[in-house]
């Protein structure tokens, strides 16, 4: 088969360049897991680094097109090939509740759906690295008080800890994308669960942000928080203002109010 021809829908913008290729396979501790799942593999320019690899690599791909030059070029990946699309896919008809780590040069246009549903998923994936447009990766890695922190990189790094690694230009895709990429990695915290509850935690970071602009007194007000609770001087920050810890003390006032 001809290569796969890429689509512009899928947001498919392949990787051309083997020692990128190569850099991001070798971003995987491969500590803690014995299985990897690769998303969006295209053409395999990154598949072939994995599949060197002493680790079970399974591949999960949407466009049919690629599905077929995968299973053509890559004989390794027989009955490992998933022709699905992973935000809606059940993971565990593979993987069973087995530990297994993601990496992918993802696509652009649902990059931040793929962090959030690994977070949905976290107690399986100890690690996950990859290729994002660069200021999705800046923002995952970010630190309070930047324009660029917000829900994404609270949500991240509540669980796992999160480096920016390297950024790659424009020219070693086909086609280019308009914008630079960059790769980074999120390694699982050794204890990655709340002192707070979970589904509150996530509640207060989304709802913080939806009003980045405002102080948490009038952002939070839908909460129904108590006269007495809005008078701690926590809510004179703004979202950006908190670090993830501070955000955990939040949840936890908000949670002893009766929210």
Do not use: W
């Not at 509150?200 to 007000?221: D, G, I, P």
């Amino acid at each position: 088969m001809e290569k796969v021809k890429a689509k512009k829908h899928l947001g498919q913008h392949f990787l051309k360049d083997e020692s990128i290729a190569k850099a991001i396979a070798d971003t995987l501790s491969l500590k803690g897991y014995d299985e990897v799942l690769e998303i969006g593999p295209g053409m395999g320019v990154l598949t072939k680094y994995l599949l060197d690899k002493p680790i079970n690599t399974h591949v999960i791909e949407i466009d049919g097109e690629s599905v077929v030059y995968l299973g053509e070029n890559y004989p390794k990946l027989k009955d490992k090939i998933i022709s699905q699309d992973f935000l809606k896919y059940n993971i565990n008809e593979v993987y069973e509740n087995k530990q297994f780590a993601i990496i992918g040069n993802f696509p652009y246009n649902i990059s931040t759906q793929i962090v959030f549903r690994t977070l949905e998923f976290k107690h399986q994936i100890p690690e996950f690295s990859g290729m994002f447009q660069k200021e999705v990766a800046e923002r995952i890695c970010e630190k309070k008080g930047s324009k660029a922190y917000g829900i994404l990189s609270v949500l991240a790094q509540a669980f796992y800890d999160t480096e920016y690694l390297f950024t790659v230009d424009e020219n070693v895709f086909i086609p280019p994308p308009k914008v630079k990429s960059g790769v980074m990695k999120m390694t699982r915290k050794e204890d990655y669960s709340l002192p707070c509850g979970e589904k509150l935690f996530f509640t207060v970071v989304k709802t913080a942000f939806q009003q980045r602009r405002k102080t948490l007194r009038n952002s939070l007000k839908t909460l129904n928080l108590s006269d007495e609770l809005r008078l701690d001087t926590i809510f004179d920050k703004r979202p950006e203002q908190l670090s993830v810890e501070e955000f955990i003390v939040l949840t936890q006032k908000i949670e002893a109010d009766g929210v």
